[in-house]
T-cell receptor, first 115, second 115 residues
Framework: DAGVIQSPRHEVTEMGQEVTLRCKPI?????LFWYRQTMMRGLELLIY????????DSGMPEDRFSAKMPNASFSTLKIQPSEPRDSAVYFC?????????????FGSGTQLSVL | AQTVTQSQPEMSVQEAETVTLSCTYD???????LFWYKQPPSRQMILVIR??????QNATENRFSVNFQKAAKSFSLKISDSQLGDAAMYFC????????????FGKGTKLTVNP
């Protein structure tokens, strides 16, 4: 298995532009998580899906952020319009709901820089 | 809501020596899982060790072991015979058995290993 696949690995954009981050979870996993990592706040959960349905989006900062999971093998996190304070590493992770003792499998992250 | 606290932003250790990283958490639940993740400069999130709250025995994985004190809500990581490759950010994390399946992270401890 290739693991959780995220793209792009790096994204540099200008303030006001739309940014779309992509994630392909591990095949067979039914839970998908989006985390944001910054020096100040550490790793924060933005949103998670179970069986493609958003369960907890309380971590989504504001209306500029949106996430979708149209099917079990793909999810997107969109920021529109982007701002410099959105600069961070964004991680996608997946797991099996019924095995809480198992680790989350993380992608390699997207380093986002908003100028 | 559960919280995880890592009180040591940075730690250092001499190669071949032993170091202990601290972690405390707050929860009203009785069933849960605790994890230590390592994040080297590559950004990859690597599971180091996990502990089931119902197990009294402390988990060990080669040079890594934990001191799990359920009543005190403490979960420290001991790294023995430290190696240069152990240098990384270390994150403590909590996962509920029955509630939200998200992973709640501490802010991390940056470990430096001196030759």
């Amino acid at each position: 298995d290739a693991g959780v696949i995220q793209s792009p690995r790096h994204e540099v954009t200008e303030m006001g532009q739309e940014v779309t981050l992509r994630c392909k979870p591990i095949s067979g996993h039914n839970s998908l998580f989006w985390y944001r990592q910054t020096m100040m706040r550490g790793l924060e959960l933005l949103i998670y899906f179970n069986n493609n349905v958003p369960i907890d989006d309380s971590g989504m900062p504001e209306d500029r952020f949106s996430a979708k999971m149209p099917n079990a093998s793909f999810s997107t996190l969109k920021i529109q319009p982007s701002e410099p304070r959105d600069s961070a590493v964004y991680f996608c992770a997946s797991s099996l709901t019924r095995v809480r003792s198992e680790k989350l499998f993380f992608g390699s992250g997207t380093q986002l820089s908003v100028l | 809501a559960q919280t995880v606290t890592q009180s040591q932003p940075e730690m250092s250790v001499q190669e071949a020596e032993t170091v202990t990283l601290s972690c405390t958490y707050d929860t009203s639940e009785s069933d849960y899982y605790l994890f230590w993740y390592k994040q080297p400069p590559s950004r990859q999130m690597i599971l180091v060790i996990r502990q089931e709250a119902y197990k009294q025995q402390n988990a060990t994985e080669n040079r890594f072991s934990v001191n799990f004190q359920k009543a005190a809500k403490s979960f420290s990581l001991k790294i023995s015979d430290s190696q240069l490759g152990d240098a990384a950010m270390y994150f403590c994390a909590y996962r509920s058995e029955r509630g939200s399946e998200k992973l709640v992270f501490g802010k991390g401890t940056k470990l430096t290993v001196n030759p």
